[in-house]
């Protein structure tokens, strides 16, 4: 297949079915790999690791599916909520593709007036300023029941991008059963689930059981997949929007996908 420009990519891609739509999303996650390493070279601290394992979930969210708007009001849109904030680079390499930032701006990342080290809400295509983990899915708890009360729920979706070290965090399990009890089917939780944390990996920091059974005892619906397969996402995507009960997408990811010195050991640094 040709290489697709961004401009043909934003033109063409929400028109396409799922096969072709993946394999555009190959092709923007090998550049926007590129820019994260280019970004390792420069800030040697960033989180590449963790950037690259999310990064095929944050292309199928933001390219893949696209963020839709009907509205000025902050509930007649879409919203992409990046929990696990620290993977924020693979964010900004996106939203090159999208025209939202230069390939120049990036050269910036944490330097004093460049860009954050985790998202902040006042750059174009950041929806949620974050970075202490675990406050996500309750951010989007709030956001969705808005939408209820606004009537704009079954137009809208609330994305959230947890990694599952982050999942340790009680704060998650609160949200998780309020959001079940309330019904806000308008939720999209998707796990990065890696097999590493800060300190280690999660199964020997904390172990999570069956993770989706943990999930499903609380009333969402599961859906695992590859969360390297573009077209999987795309089609969980796609099963989330009709359902009628909060969905989680368990994505089974590689730390360092695509770079082998850390796919190995599951190392955050280069």
């Known amino acids: 297949m040709p290489i697709v420009s961004r401009l043909e990519l934003v033109r063409r891609i929400d028109s396409l079915p799922a096969q072709p739509r993946a394999q555009i999303l190959h092709q923007v996650s090998l550049r926007a790999r590129k820019r994260i390493l280019r ?3 420069i800030e040697k601290s960033i989180h590449v690791g963790s950037s690259l394992s999310s990064l095929d979930i944050l292309a199928a969210i933001l390219i893949g ?6 509205g000025d009001k902050p509930t007649e849109k879409d919203w992409l909520i990046l929990s696990k904030g620290h993977a924020v680079p693979a964010l900004y390499a996106l939203l090159v593709e999208l025209g939202k930032l230069t390939d120049k701006d990036l050269d910036t990342i ?5 860009l954050e080290g985790h998202p902040d809400n006042g750059l174009d ?3 949620v ?6 406050q996500g899915l309750s951010i ?3 956001i969705a029941y808005a939408m209820r009360l606004d009537h704009t729920w079954t137009t809208h979706r609330v994305f959230v991008v947890l990694g599952d070290g982050e999942l340790d965090e009680g704060q998650v399990w609160e949200a998780a059963a309020t959001i079940a009890h309330l019904g806000l089917s308008n939720i999209v939780a998707i796990v990065d689930a890696n097999g590493f944390q800060l300190d280690g990996a999660t199964s020997e920091i ?5 993770l989706a059974q943990r999930w499903r005892s609380l009333g969402w619906r599961v859906i695992e997949i590859d969360g390297h397969n573009h077209e999987m996402i795309l089609e969980a995507l796609s099963e989330a929007e009709a359902s ?3 969905v989680v997408i368990i994505a089974y990811t590689r730390r360092g996908n695509g770079l082998g010195v850390l796919e190995a050991t599951g190392g955050q640094h280069v």
């Not at 944490?110 to 460049?114: A, L, V």
């Not at 300023?129 to 675990?134: E, F, K, R, Y």
């Not at 904390?206 to 069956?210: A, L, T």
Request: charged share 30%.
């Open 125 to 127: 295509g950041v929806d």
């Open 65 to 70: 599916r696209g963020l839709r708007r009907t």
């Open 129 to 134: 300023s974050t970075g202490s983990l675990g």
């Open 110 to 114: 944490r330097d004093i007036d460049g």
């Open 39 to 41: 970004m390792a070279s």
């Open 244 to 246: 009628p009960q909060p």
């Open 206 to 210: 904390k172990n999570k059981g069956d």
């Open 140 to 142: 989007a708890a709030g």
